[in-house]
Structure formats: structure tokens, C-alpha cells
């Protein structure tokens, strides 16, 4: 177990640079999860963390020991990747032991773990299967297994989930948070999917073209995001914006969209004329009287709760609410928006206000 | 039932020529083995005489020999194919300037004729004028006599056989190499496992299909080694490379021992098949039966 301290880390492939000094600091035992979307260099980042890929700049230090140099072998990491990369021809209990028999160690040592972890993991009955037997699930596990007998200082996991169903991705999901709970390891993960980031993590790195957009706790990024994208990346269904600036009216400070459908604003310090974008997430849309006018263009009820698809002016908002509304497509009804619950950027640098 | 007609029917000409090419000349060669027949002696018709030809084959210390230096040559050569072979494939995996051109005509000789390679190989080999033993004694001052030497003649045929069938092994590895998945190798190099580790535990045993059938197919080839060899050292000097498919030649047509070259062939099949088969015991059928 150890801290990950990534810095400044930049990476070139001959002359085109795809990491632009990236700094990550992550503390012992942390559950970070990497998020982003695809080409954003989460997964090259993490493979520069296994040694798989080579840091161009900067540094990599893994428990206070930089590893720019080190081979992927002697960075005492464990890695799960996407396709789970078993042995095809090793036995699930040949796979889950093949890190301590590269290690050495002895027989009986290698038996007790791999059946140690073989109970934790629910394999202990596989153990003589081949990975071709096994289900997605049952895959899933014999990686994490291999991973976790070697009891390593870091775990890096590559969108382990990503290759199975819905379903069972919620159930991996909770077991990959037990089993982090239980080990206390230090944890890197990386997602492009917001709600496996958003329920794991202890802390998000949210990444997009090779450059951090924003590093925090879940519902901080959630309620803070600092930027256009992270506020768009983060929360599903995403956030609705509008484009509009700031006007004042008899010294009271209003938001103007540049369809002219007034919005109300928070107290804020953006300036009268301020070109800004205007963010509300769904969940915070309220449906009733003297509401903002929408004409209705979809409504998708789910049972729990009912989503509504709307235009003001040119704008499409989206909005979910608890309670099921009967409301007919084209009918008129009104959004209600809190206004402490409003984000908004500047236009020009896309940063919050 | 009408789609399983019509897939006969496409089959048929094949089948037909299976049959004919294959089949009937198959069975012919075990019904002639239990002949004496010998179109130029003075009865030149087939009479049957059972198994005596079967009996001369126990008894032919000539066959005995000549199997001894088969095996040895087919071992020399898979192995050192093999070796060469895996090794320039995983060059091949590499990239380099020039990889096209090298790997286009690394795999010339595979095109070429068994006979121009033997008759390329006895240029190359001809003492006094050939380039090999030319360029030995000039650089080591070693005289190379492929027809005096017993060593060195079947080391050359073994060369000769290197040379004409390492690209064969070199392709099929390539192809069973770019379609391994590299995941499973970055997990091992995490796991902790160096370079040889890799090769043992990880690369050989996913390859392990692909090289069984690339030494099935070169022992099958290099045990029924004629012409090449035939055309370099004639099976001499003595018999020291006097192969069972050389042997067979010199019985069934300057002897025109028809019955008897027949029962050799018969029994050489039959001990290519053993050898294959205990192969394919020894090292395929343990992952199948570990996998049931």
C-alpha cells in the first residue's frame, strides 16, 4: 500500500503531444477513479502508471519511489484490464497464482492465497476451470483474484466493467468497493462512465484531451464543477445550458438568453453584459406554477420518475421530477428553477463564475 | 435436403479426384507390397508371395540403416528449423527498415523446386568449384568434401533442408504470433514475470497449436526427403545420407523392386503415423483432456 504521486507528466508520440503535464496526487488507501471520454488519455495515463507505456516528461513515484524507469514487474502493481487478459491455458487457479510463482514464493504460500482469495471472491468452486468456462462475471473475478494475492502497493483497474452486462456491472461495482473496503488498498481506476466513477471513487480526476479539467470528491465535482465540460461530464442525464448574458433591470442583476427568455440568477459576481452560459441539471427543475413557459416535446416516464423534454424558445430543456405529469407533447406547462441551484460559466473561457 | 445435394454435388469433382489420385493408388500400393513384382526379371508379372516383402524389411539391415541416419537427419532438421524459425518470426514481429523486403525474399526458397534447391546446393557444394567449400577453406581452413565425408554430407543435407524449409515454419509462426491478444503479455509483465518466464509460461504454450501442426507438417516432409537429396550426395557417400525416401527411390526404380519398395513405403507410413500420433499423445491431447 503507498501513495501515487504523478507529476507534471507529459507524453509524446514522435511529434504529437497527447498528455500536457498532468498532475495527480493520490494518498494511501484512496479509491481514485480516472474520467473522461474516450481520447482523453485516462487509460495511457494509467498504463504509465503500470509502465506499460513510457513517460516522455515528468515523474511517476509510487510510495515516495519514482518509477520513470522501473519495469512493470518491479513496481509491486497489480492491473485488471478491460478484456481481464487471462491465461487461456492456465486453470483459474494457475492464473490467480501465477504472480507468486513469478514471485517465487512457495507451493503451499501459493495454494493458501490463491484459496484465500478464491473464498473472498466466490471462485474456490472454478479453481480447475479453464477462463473459456467461465462467464463475464466469473472472468471478472479471476482477474481481480490475480490481482489481489499479490497484495500489491497499488491496484489499477481498465474499465474492468465496461465488457459486461448492466446488470451485472452493478453488482461488480458494489463488490469492487467491498473489496476495497476490506483491503484498503490504494486504488486507480479508470471509467469513461460517470456513474461508475461518481459511485466508486473517493476522489474523481476528470480528464479530456490529455489535461486534468478537475480533481475532486464526487459530490463536490457534482455540485461544484468548474467548468463547462466537467459540469456536462458529471450527472446523467447532463446538465441543460443556455447561452444568454447577464442584464440588469432597475440594479437587479437577470440572465437573458439569447432567444430573450429571462432566467433567474443566484446572487453572483458575473458582470451586467457578461456573455455566460447558464447551467441547470434536470433533477432541479421543478414542474408548476408561474414556472418559466415551455411548449412540451417528449415525455419519457420510467415509473420513479418522469422525464420531460422541452423547448423555451430555441432552447431545448430537459427536467426530472418525482411526480408523473400527463402532460401531452406541445402542451404549455412551466419549469420552476431554483435559483441556488444554477451554475454559470463564462462564455469565452467556459470556467465558473 | 435439397442444400445437402447440392453441397455433395459441389464436392463431387474434388471427391472424384481425391479418389482416384488418392484413394485408389493408396490401396494399390498395399495390394502390390504383398507382391513380387519385378517387370524386368524373367517372370515380369505379380505374384502374390503374402508377407514375405514385410519380412524382408525386418530383415534388410540396408533399411535398418538408412532409418537410423532418417531419423537423425529429421531431427536435426525440425529442431534447428524450428529453433531458426521462431526466432527470425519474432524478428519479423519487429518493426525495421526493409522488413518487407527481407521477409519477401527470406521466403524465395519455398517457391523453389526440392530439385533446383538439390541442384543449387551441389553447385554451391562442389569441391574446387563451389562457393561453400571454397569460402571454408579460404576462412578456416577446412576442406570440405561432400563426397568424402560422411559428417559433412549430412550436415550440408541438413543445412540444405534449413535453408529450403525454415521460411515455412517462420510464416505459419508469424501468423500464430500476430494473432496472439497482447493483453495477457502486459499482464505478465505486471505479474512479474522477466523475458524467458514470458516465453515458457506465456508465449509457447499459447503458440503450443501452431508449432504442433509446423512440426507435423515438416516431419511428414523431411521423412519423405527424395529429390534434394538424391540430387546433392545421391545418398552417398556409402549410405550416410541414403534417406528412407532416397532408399525407397533406389529399390523401386533403378532396382525395380516394385513389391518390395511398396512394403517399405507402407511401413514408412505406418511409422510416420506412430510418430505423429504419439506427438500429438504427448503433447496435445493433456491440455485437451485438462480442459474436459
Redesign the interface.
Known sequence: MANVKIDNVIKRYGAVQVMHGVDVDIEHGEFVVLVGPSGCGKSTLLRML???EEISGGTISIGDKVVNGV???D?D???V?Q?????????VGENMG??LK??KRPKAEIDEKVGRAAEILDLAHLLDR?PK?LSGGQRQRVAMG?AIV?DPQVFLFDEPLSNLDAKLRVTMRVEIKELHQRLQTTIVYVTHDQIEAMTMADKIVVMRDGRVEQIGAPLDLYDNPGNVFVAGFIGSPSMNFVHGTIVSEGGVKGFRSDDGLMLPLPETTATEGQAVTYGIRPEHIGVGEGGIPVNVVVVEPTGSETQIFARAGKDLIDAIVKDRIAARPGAEIGFVIDPANVHLFDRATEKRI | MHSKRLGWLLLAPTMIILFFFGVVPFFYVIWVSFHQWNPFAANPGKIFNWAANYRQVVFDAQLLASLGVTFAFVFFAVVSELVLGYLLAQAFMKDFPGKAFFRTIHTLPLIMAPIIVGSIWKLMTTPSIGIIPNLLQSWFGYNLNIGQSALAAFTVTVVMDVWHWTPLVTLSLIAALVSL?P??F?????????KR?IFW??TL??I?PAVVATVFIRLMDALRTVDEVLMLTGGGPGSATRYIGVHIFKEVFPRTNYGYGSAISVVVLYLTIVICWLLYVGLIAP?NT??G
Open positions: 503500470a509502465g506499460l519495469s512493470p514487474k513496481r502493481i497489480a492491473m484490464f478484456s481481464y487478459a487471462l491465461y487461456p491455458h492456465k486453470t501465477f504472480p513469478m514471485a479453464f468456462q490475480r499479490r | 491478444p493483453d495477457p502486459e499482464q505478465a509483465q505486471i505479474d512479474g514475470a522477466g518466464q509460461h506465456i504454450p499459447m503450443a491440455r485438462k480442459k
